[in-house]
């Protein structure tokens, strides 16, 4: 591979011009396919199989058609009559009822139904909410519809109701988090500019990252003109994008200043980086795309679906790198040379990783005890992890959602919020009509619910749907217990009658949702770590160094997690990450960060771990190649973990809480695999095991296939030709 490599950036370091046109027509070609087939994101979560699904599938059949209501877009509209008067009032209900009039009149709407028709005024009379309803799905309500609402709720804010919106069309477009974005891509420039002392290869980095960024979201729009792909799967395809592109051309433009300091051909620089550098980029892109990829292992459409588009803009970052920066390094001509000054500059930074790795080197067991403690520590907030899935009421409260679902908990209870469908199934009607009357009177009596409808059925009464209120929100522990207790009620009356009887709506999906992430979750961690012990045992010849690697990798995990859970869940630093509704943790979260942080983490194992390696390979002696390797790359892996630092950092200031949650675990997972595991805990261990950390048994040595990933079996053959 290093050959290859090594001609394919002499090529392109040579021939600048085609290669710099070919990726200007490639991204043309690419950008116009994304913008003529960008078809809808979706927002569906559903896992096939769970109960809850079953009967949402089931309900889709059976409630279809005939008089029930059309399967579009709603927005719920919720009013808050003033101080001292309520929605019954002559001029509210006037102002209430006007609103309703001007929504008919938008040909989008099919039906607009007022909270007096509907009964949904709360006991206090201050509180009530209306139902609008498309006759096309939410994706699909055109934006000048949603405007027309806007304007048509000033009738009764005029009037001085407090009038809130939710439900599946976003009326109020999401903003905010471009310019976290911006601020982290803004840090990121600024730590190259230092690193190289030049702004203009500051903006390399940025900028090839920029073009992997584009092509991968092109790509990915392109893709949902054919098949579903997740909403979210945008933003980490952006955040990922972005991170590993900056780290990818930083790790290849290092070596290509290390190289032509040496000599004062730069092509010949250009080529060997190429091969060297862009060895270790392949094979730690692979290590990431592959983590994603393994997504699909827990068999969860959405998850899949986010794996792959995010694996698909790596795949893009890491075509730029070995490419498209060899053509444009070519362009910099002899600037891309480092000066004295700067070398000099930075034989003082390398010096620093030295003392520090002389340090951690002669006192490795006092060092690794210490570590231990400390991620012990941080690993500790993941024994009461929860996990759910957000909705409104963990929103900002500055969005309309929010008050929306605050307005609708304050009159109605927070059990409004996540009501409970439950569905009878059975082969006759009079057996369905037994059972849901059975239903009724058994689950009243439960502890938690408020109340349970009469039965409604579909055309020939053989499956009926009724609505249970608990009395607690959709993310409270009592409502979980509910859903369990009113399960076990069903299945006894379910065996009785020969029935079916199934749990459904939001909150139960999200329950089941949850239930399966959590069990899918031991079994993705097993095969990943299955696959890092045999990536790393075949590419550092070691039994011990890729088990040191994989705990290293769990305690990375762990530690970030507890982070997370210590300010989203306990509500630790809430407000300075403007967080105002504590609770449970995405329920996809612990699965995501845990194939994105195994691809990451593989990154700095291969940047520093690798040199040592080389290093011990040269000199056979295991403690100085420890403290070589730190010197040679630890101002490489710091810089990378800043720069993925700071890009992580721009999603946390997010108004959406799922990325602000990613951001904020991809921030700590990168800050403590990088400095606490793999430049403090992996050089303590590896001085501590020796000359036994590269032990291999010879059997195994043979079985395996050899793997140069540095390519430094290339360059010591070039040193040899240019010798002789």
């Known amino acids: 591979m290093a050959e290859k490599l090594y001609r394919l950036g002499k090529w392109c370091a040579n021939n600048r011009g085609k290669a710099l046109l070919s990726w200007v027509i490639i991204l043309g070609i690419i950008i116009t396919l994304g913008v003529s087939f960008d078809g809808e994101k979706s927002t569906n979560l559903s896992i096939p199989g769970t109960e809850s699904q079953k009967a949402t599938d089931l309900l889709s059949i059976e409630f279809s058609s005939g008089n029930n209501e059309p399967q579009g877009g709603a927005v719920q509209v919720v009013f808050k009559a003033p101080e001292g008067k309520t929605l019954e009032d002559e001029k509210m209900k006037e102002a209430v009822m006007s609103f309703i009039d001007a929504s008919k009149k938008d040909q ?54 407090q009038t809130e919106l939710s439900g ?29 002392m030049s702004m203009l290869m500051a903006g390399i980095p940025i900028l090839l990252a920029g073009v992997g960024v584009v092509a991968g979201i092109m790509l990915i729009n392109f893709g949902s003109g054919f098949i579903s792909i997740g909403s979210s799967s945008t933003a980490l395809s952006t955040m990922l994008g972005l991170a590993v592109g900056i780290d990818y051309a930083l790790l290849i433009i290092s070596r290509v200043r290390q190289e032509a300091s ?92 030295a003392s520090w790795a002389r340090f951690v080197s002669r006192f490795p067991a006092p060092v690794i005890l210490v570590t231990l403690i400390l991620i012990g520590s941080m690993c500790y907030p993941v024994l009461h992890m929860k996990t759910g899935l957000p909705d409104n009421g963990t929103r900002s409260i500055e969005t309309t959602e929010r008050r929306a679902y605050d307005l609708m908990a304050e009159g109605f209870g927070p059990g409004i919020n996540g009501p409970i469908t439950v569905v009878v199934n059975s082969s006759d009607s009079e057996t369905t009509k037994q059972v849901a009357s059975v ?3 058994e689950i009243s009596k439960l502890d938690g619910v408020v109340s349970v409808s009469q039965p409604f059925f579909n055309q020939s009464e053989n499956v009926s749907i009724q609505t249970l209120m608990p009395s607690d929100g959709p993310l409270a522990d009592q409502t979980l217990e509910l859903v369990k207790a009113v399960r076990k009620h069903n299945s006894e009356i379910a065996e009785k009658y020969q029935a079916e009887i199934m749990l459904t709506g939001v909150t139960v999906l999200n329950m089941d949702i949850t239930d399966s992430l959590n069990n899918a979750l031991p079994i993705f961690i097993a095969t990943i770590v299955g696959f890092g012990l045999i990536i790393l045992a075949i590419m550092f010849r070691s039994i011990l160094v890729p088990i040191k690697a994989i ?77 070589s390797g730190m010197e040679q790359n630890g101002l490489v892996v710091t810089l990378a973990a800043l720069i993925m630092i700071s890009v992580f950092c721009g999603f946390i200031f997010m108004d959406e809480p799922v990325i602000q949650s990613l951001g904020l675990a991809l921030t700590a997972a990168v ?36 793997v140069d990933i540095e390519g430094e079996s290339m360059v010591s053959k070039k040193v040899e030709q240019k010798a002789s």
Do not use: C
């Not at 206090?124 to 519809?145: F, W």
């Not at 990431?288 to 694996?311: K, S």
């Not at 403090?680 to 036994?692: Q, Y």
């Open 262 to 353: 040496k000599r004062s051909d730069t092509t010949e620089a250009i080529a060997i980086a190429t091969a060297t550098a862009g060895s270790a980029v392949i094979f730690a892109g692979l290590t990431v795309i592959i983590a994603l990829v393994g997504l699909a292992v827990v068999n969860i459409p959405f998850l899949t679906e986010m794996g792959l588009a995010a694996a698909l803009t790596v795949l893009m970052a890491m075509a730029v790198s070995i490419t498209l920066l060899p053509a444009l390094l070519s362009l910099m001509g002899k600037r891309i040379i480092p000066k004295r000054k700067k070398a000099a500059a930075k034989q003082r930074t390398s010096n620093i990783f």
């Open 439 to 441: 239903v009724v009177e």
């Open 671 to 706: 800050f403590i695999d990088a400095f606490i595991v793999r430049m403090t805990f992996v050089p303590a261990v590896m001085a501590l095991l020796g000359k036994s950390a590269w032990y291999m048994p010879k059997w195994l040595d043979r079985v395996l296939p050899n």
């Open 108 to 161: 989008e709407i099919i039906a607009a139904m007022d909270p007096y028709t509907l009964g949904t005024v709360s006991q206090d009379k201050r509180i009530g909410y209306a139902n609008l309803t498309y006759g096309v799905a939410a994706e699909n309500v055109p934006q000048e519809s949603k405007d027309q609402v806007l304007t048509n709720i000033n009738i009764t804010k005029d009037a001085g109701i």
């Open 551 to 627: 705990i290293g990798f769990l305690f990375t995990i762990f530690s970030s997690l507890g982070a997370v859970v210590l300010v989203f869940q306990d509500g630790y630093l809430s407000e300075l990450f403007g967080i105002t509704n504590v609770g449970p943790l995405l329920n996809f979260l612990p699965i995501l960060v845990v194939g994105i942080v195994f691809g990451l983490a593989m990154d700095y194992q291969v940047f520093l771990v690798s040199r040592m390696r080389e290093d011990y390979s040269h000199s056979g002696d295991a403690k100085k190649s420890v403290i």
């Open 168 to 196: 599946t069309v976003q009326i109020v477009a999401v903003h905010g988090g471009a310019s976290g974005e911006l601020i982290g891509i803004l840090v990121a420039f600024m730590i190259l500019t230092i690193t190289f």
